[in-house]
């Protein structure tokens, strides 16, 4: 096999030890042909077999006398004799897979960025003694259904408090159970003493449900009849991945996820040459995302797509559409497995929306539509038209979702509100904080002729692209542009949240999403049951809210400006829009839905601000570290450098974090965070990065972003 090495210049000032763990060796080898070949045939063998549904749940479960289709049913959770087959069903095939644990998987507040897995859980091995003292394979209908921990030590925003800390459990049948090597998972919801949802998920299946609800009446209202609606997503997941013995030696990619000091390389992406190249076989980049894809293929999670990203180390997955809690669930698995499986392979990967300065950062592509239960996307105009048998209802539903827009930019914008996405927005690589919506100019001709009464359908138009070449064929494209300056552009069959965080889970933005459009539906109606005519509903809605659709160019500063006087929502701290979840309306809009409570709205914002805090400082203590144990001693030991100022830098860090914790209200002490951050820190880091600029190579001893972001050019 051939091995993948790495090897540094030994530093002149350190000792024999130090000098010897220069040479770094990653232990997997390069794929040989033999493995690429199976790989190519048997890839798919065996795909979901891992994952408790389908045509591998039922095989199960007839032996239990159940009927195809009951796990997808979710109608077994409410019966105790139903639950117990299911439990027989399920232990079978797990212990057949090699199953011996298993835990109610949930997924705890305050979680992106700092939690590995993004996950809780307490793994239980499924068996007990019989009469003869024997240990037996057991698990009851009850050991699935519900289960029991402390709701304390999570972040709860003071829902729960060391003496009240019960926390409960309880199967979310929407998620398939699933395996991973020796413990079976069992997605679940958690929740205190007193009902109130302490994760993210039991937010999100109110707001699907009330989607479905809202969405369900306004369709009857037009006269399809539907048994309910379902939201699909998509979730573009980016991600850097860098040599593990280089981020090891980083204090702060070790404790944050990002490189909070580093003097730009001579190379960046300025030359677009990363962006979709091809993926090497000299490193262990491809081997490490080939793996990845057959883990999760095992756990019938369906990622599909793999390329490079834009910046030097960054990459990229894609699966296919699903449901939403079942996405996430997945997403939050890939999540996990990705930095798993990159370890062995010696490879860090980072998941933090802002590793790296000045090359782009990492986002979450969060495609969203929504469907009816017998799968017609409600989105898609020759779909809607061709099963209702109108072609008035799509008009009505955009018209919903574009109010909804309006209405509730500041939610959408503070459902991607995160430390690291304060860094990405609004920088020529994610859109900018304003929340506006592109639709394109035929849809937008379409429904500007609508709302003045035209009664003409919708059609999307094409055109044909003439190659200049006799042998290739003629190409025919949609006849809209993509546009990827908006936070929220509709792509045909779907809309694109694209200024979502990398290291999100993404529960929040589809909470969101969901509530927002179960409110516009409910408004709709709500008039249409009254008597209204379902088209002067939807004129009066695209008249009052028709300023948030723009079609430019988002970067453009003077366009920003044109929106933000145009009355969209635009919020540029980060810290602001997590002040949004407790206004009067919001509150009101989630407890309207019976989504959140005005309790559960005012604890989530604590911890998102918690969070926010948590985060900075780290980041601080980090810098403190790292100048006062890397920096300066090098810049002692070559005599050259800005010794003074990064003297001077030290004490100002020290005295601002003390500030953050005298600070008593939440709000000041998380605009502090964020000032410290966004200006103290980034000030700090030109004067470390000044420093690094000046001392010989062999005196710094930190990994340099050479080191750490050029694979196809450092790995030897």
Known sequence: SNFQTSITQPKRHTSIATMMSTVRIATKSAPSAARCMSASTDLLTGYGDDVFRGAVADSYLSKQGLEAGTIEKGEWVKSPEMAD????????????????????????????????????????????????????????????LKGETDGSSYPNGGLRATHTAGGYLNIDPTSPIFLRGDAMFIPSCLVSYHGHALDEKTPL??????????????????GYNVEGLVSNIGLEQEIFLIPRDMYVDRLDLQMTGR????????????????????????????????EIQEVCYKMGIPLRTRHREVAPNQFEFAPLFGTVTTQIDQNVVV??????????????????????????????????????????????????????????????????LIKGIDLHGDLMRL???????????????????????????????????????????????????????????????????????SPFPYGGHRFEFRAVGSSQ???????????????????????IEGGAKPRDVAAAALNEHWKVIFNGNNYDEAEQEMLTKRGVWRIDSGVDAIKEYTSPKNTALFEKMNVMSANECEARRSILWDHYVGTVEMEALCMIDMINQHIIPSVKEAEVGPLADLETAVGTLKAAIADIHAEEDEYTKADKARNLRLETMVSIRDTC??????????LWTLPTYVELMFLDQTTK
């Not at 299946?205 to 037009?222: H, P």
């Not at 390389?265 to 081997?287: I, N, V, W």
């Not at 010696?346 to 017998?374: D, Y």
Request: proline share 5%; with cysteine.
């Open 205 to 222: 299946l109110r707001a699907s449900q009330a989607m479905s609800d809202q969405g369900t009446r306004l369709l009857a209202s037009l």
């Open 259 to 290: 490189t909070i000091m580093g003097k730009d390389a001579p190379r960046g992406q300025e030359m677009c040459d990363h962006y979709m190249a091809p993926l090497s076989f000299a490193t262990g980049a491809k081997e490490c995302m080939a």
């Open 85 to 144: 087959k299911v439990a027989k069903g399920v232990l079978d095939w797990a212990t057949e897979r090699g199953c011996s644990n298993f835990c109610h998987w949930f997924q705890p507040l305050g979680a992106s960025g700092v939690r590995h897995g993004l996950s809780g859980q307490v793994q239980n091995a499924f068996w007990e003694f019989d009469k003869t003292g024997t240990p037996v394979w057991d698990l009851k209908g009850k050991d699935l």
């Open 335 to 400: 999540m996990q497995v990705i930095e798993e499986v990159a370890a062995q392979h010696g490879l860090a990967a980072l998941l933090q929306e802002k590793p790296f300065n000045n090359v782009n950062g990492s986002g979450k592509h969060n495609n969203w539509s929504i469907g009816t239960a017998c799968g017609t996307n409600l989105l898609n105009v020759g779909q809607v038209a061709k099963n209702s048998g109108s072609d008035q209802i799509f008009p009505v539903i955009m018209a919903a």
């Open 689 to 698: 990065d000044a420093a690094e600029a000046v001392v010989p190579s062999m």
């Open 415 to 485: 459902s991607i509100a995160s430390p690291g996405n304060d860094f990405r927005l609004g920088a020529c690589e994610a859109p900018p904080a304003i929340v506006s919506t592109y639709l394109g100019d035929d849809m937008t001709e379409y429904l500007e002729s609508f709302r003045k009464g035209g009664n003409d359908p919708y059609t999307p138009k094409t055109k044909t692209l003439d190659m200049g070449v006799d042998v290739i064929a003629p190409l025919e494209v949609p006849a809209e542009d993509r546009n990827r300056t």
């Open 505 to 527: 889970n993404v529960s929040l933005v589809n909470t969101v999403l969901n509530t927002l459009a179960a409110s516009s539906f409910s408004d709709f109606a709500d008039a």
